[in-house]
């Protein structure tokens, strides 16, 4: 960094500032894979980072607290008492910052009994008097006691410290009224929460701020507390003590014998090594580069740049295209470019070299066979690339790796979004991309050729982070999916305009007549769609008991409604249900008809990547938020239809699969007896929770224990048991008793999940799919049960999702290989929809059946339900 004509000294509170950090980011998106929270010291250093490179201090330093006992808690005992213990999460993480700033040599200051304030304001007045200009940056705020023309205050907002406000002396008499000198008078009178230091009861700000200005100083207020008229006048009078105590406590010590004074603290270069190596332990990629760049390191020993410099790709002809590929060995980066859903340009790449082309009859000859061979390729969210080339006629095989597919599986809680995210995160660099918003872009981006490159590196440096599980189900369960589902959205189904526009239209008549009737219910018209409308109506004017408070009033959502019709019967909120209801049908099919593409058809798109569990979800639209509880709504599936030149539709789906995989998992001998018994699995365990023989259990019963088991899977609580069935929360945990009781190895399988959890980190499906939970040892109890609850059903849903998976493509993969027409067509949960060509039912049948039925080994067979029709609907089981 280089000295201005005028020295600048910065001087940072440490612990403030690290702890605020703390709190502004998720300390699950900041955990190394030793198990070390990062997540303070990431935010500490962004922010120190943008503030050298904004205000380019020549001389730095960084003071710390070393306890929270100092001189002021010898005077006052109960001083900062009220704070609570320091976050489990947070210990360890001061230590190695302390560390990551000598390594940037930044000196770091802290004295035993005084806190990192003093040094703060003895840095600063020593500063000033010796002619810096002084930047403190705290959030403390009675630093704001050292503003003066000289020292200005930097103080973070309530985001945490991404944002800095910047008080001069002006701008404090702007905020407070008051020069700022005064702020710790004002601070004495109405007291500090986060120090335990109270103040004159019902003394705020204004009423501050007004007897300073009167009276001209704290000092004569006191002196003159009798002039004080009013019920605060009294207080001030009873608590003199108090504000004296304040004062002499806020009051920041200027004089504190320093090792180091501000002429020492000259800003020296930093040590780049030791910079990268505990970085490396923290796994700091992205935070690296800005670093070397806000420091001004950047040397030829720096790398804000890659340490190997991407190639130049070359535009060879067909001949030369053909003898690089022939030379090409091992594994190749291919990056396809995709305008209108069909290939516009390719670019491939070795560690060594890359080539591009446009995609023209000419390339497509060369290019060709080779993307349909076995020669390993490595991808980047390749799905939308296998859709263009078989839309061009061409294939892709030899699918070795995807990028974005490993990144998810290694972070499915927070998964990188793009190729340029996963360069920051595994590489530590930045990959070149033009801003989408200048028509002239002022930077070019990565070519094609350079993406594949890139696209080389990262996956080589995600295989590194792998472990074998996740490795064995990106290659066996992930990709063979990937290739699947492109076929799937490529073929998309049949879906009959005239069905859905003519449901529409009923549903928006009838919509129209109950909301008729519910203006009439309440003898005016309203927006049933306003919650702050609905407030009104049914708290003010219907005098309903008040729901769950929210930030715009009391709730309206459809559950909580619900609920209170059961409680509180009344015609308008029942109206008001079935008008949602009727809007709610509409709206979904108003997104599949204009989803209809030309081909009649709608395509949706399935994503890999969308849940933590493994699950597939779909978008554009979706297709999984079709409801099919209710006879109505089941009526939009009739919309889904047999295509021209095929047969019939067959819908297959996994009888209880969740319940199984529980049975397998706990071994719980009454569940997998349940199972291969062939009995109606609620029925037999209803006669063992309740004691009777099967034939005697009845519907309600077997209601009961099905909630119960299916919520023991989700971590249901009595409460929440008792809230499901509507039944007393006594009833319920005796319920749970009761079940538990005939099924304990359920019970000691779900406890012993959660545990293995809190120690690996992470639960496991049966496959090795891993969904980490940093959650489970937070001092937090909200967060900790929710996570709780979450790692009870993961290994479960997770198991589930990738038995469906692998049930996909491998009859996919047997149709391909029989020669059948048949195809999937859509998954939806646990269901399959198959468009099946004439006189191939049978052998699609016996296809379907046989690997979803062979899709795991478990202990308990796994049962597969099928149907035929026309149409969805139809086609139900």
Known sequence: MTDSAKPTLLVVDGHSLAFRAFYALPVENFTTKDGQHTNGIYGFLSMLVNLIKAEKPTHLAVAFDTSRQSFRTREYAEYKANRSETPKEFVGQIPLLQECLAAMSIQVLQQEDIEADDILATLATQGAEAGFDVLVCSGDRDTIQLVDDRVTLLYPNVQGVSQLKRYDAAAVRERYGVEPEQYPDIAALVGE?????????????????????????????????????????????????????????????????????????????????????????????????????????????????????????????????????????????????????????????????????????????????????????????????????????????????????????????????????????????????????????????????????????????????????????????????????????????????????????????????????????????????????????????????????????????????????????????????????????????????????????????????????????????????????????????????????????????????????????????????????GEDLHRFVGARVFSVDQAAVTSEMRTKVKAMSYGLVYGLSAFGLSKQLRIEQAEARELMTEYFARFGAVRDYLRSSVERARVDGYTETIFGRRRPFPDLTSPNRVLRENAERAALNAPIQGSAADIMKIALFRIHDEFARRELRSRVLLQIHDELVVEVAPGEWDVAEEVVRGRMGDAAELTVPLDVQIGRGDDWNAAAH
Do not use: C
Request: net charge negative.
């Open 193 to 677: 929460t986060s120090d335990n230091l109270p103040g004159v009861p019902k003394v705020g700000e204004k009423t501050a701020v007004k007897w300073l200005t009167q009276f001209g100083s704290l000092d004569a207020l006191l002196e003159n507390a009798d002039k004080v008229t009013g019920v605060v006048g009294n207080n001030l009078r009873e608590h003199l003590d108090d504000v004296r105590r304040n004062r002499a406590l806020n009051r920041l010590l200027r004089d504190v014998e320093l090792p180091l004074s501000p002429a020492e603290l000259a800003v020296e270069p930093i040590d780049a090594q030791a910079v990268r190596d505990i970085f490396a332990r923290l796994e700091f990629r992205t935070l690296l580069p800005r670093v070397f760049e806000a420091a001004g390191a950047i040397d030829s020993d720096a790398v804000t740049a890659p340490a190997v410099s991407a190639p130049t790709p070359t535009e060879p002809d067909a001949a030369a295209l053909a003898a690089w590929l022939a030379t090409a060995a091992g594994e190749v980066g291919v990056t396809l470019v995709v305008h209108g859903g069909v290939p516009a340009r390719i670019g491939l790449a070795t560690a060594e070299s890359a080539v591009e082309a446009n995609w023209d009859a000419a390339s497509a000859a060369v290019l060709g066979p080779w993307l349909a061979g076995e020669s390993p390729k490595i991808l980047a969210d390749a799905k939308p690339q296998v859709k263009a080339l078989r839309r061009a006629g061409a294939d892709l095989g030899g699918l070795a790796f995807d990028a974005i597919l490993a990144g998810w599986l290694l972070r499915p809680s927070f998964p990188d979004k793009s190729l340029a995210d996963l360069v920051d995160r595994y590489l530590g660099e930045k990959l070149p991309e033009a801003d989408p918003n200048q028509l002239v872009p002022e930077t070019e981006g990565a070519t094609p050729g350079q993406l594949a490159w890139y696209t080389l590196r990262v996956s080589a440096a995600l295989r590194d982070e792998l472990p074998p599980e996740l490795g064995r189900v990106l290659d066996e369960i992930e990709l063979p999916t990937l290739t699947t589902l492109a076929d799937m959205e490529l073929a998309g189904v049949a879906v009959s305009h005239e069905k859905l526009s003519g449901f529409s239209a009923e549903l928006g008549i009838r919509a129209d007549a109950i909301a008729a009737d519910a203006y009439t219910a309440i003898g005016r018209e309203v927006n049933l769609g306003s919650p702050k409308q609905l407030q009104e109506v049914l708290f003010d004017e219907l005098q309903l008991p008040k729901t769950r408070k929210t930030k715009t009033g009391y709730s309206t959502d459809a559950a909580v409604l619900v609920d209170l019709q059961e409680t509180n019967p009344h015609p308008f909120l029942d109206l008001l249900l079935q008008h949602r209801e009727a809007t709610k049908l509409r709206q979904i099919i108003e997104s599949l008809d204009t989803a209809i593409q030309p081909d009649g058809r709608v395509h949706t798109t399935y994503l890999q990547t969308g849940s933590q569990t493994g699950r597939l979800s779909s978008t554009d639209p979706n297709l999984q938020n079709i409801p099919v509880r209710t006879e109505e709504s089941r009526r939009i599936r009739s919309g889904f239809e047999v295509g021209e030149g095929y047969e019939t539709l067959l819908t297959a789906d996994y009888s209880q699969i969740e319940m199984r995989i529980m049975a397998h998992l706990s071994a719980d001998p009454g569940l997998v007896e349940a199972f291969r018994s």
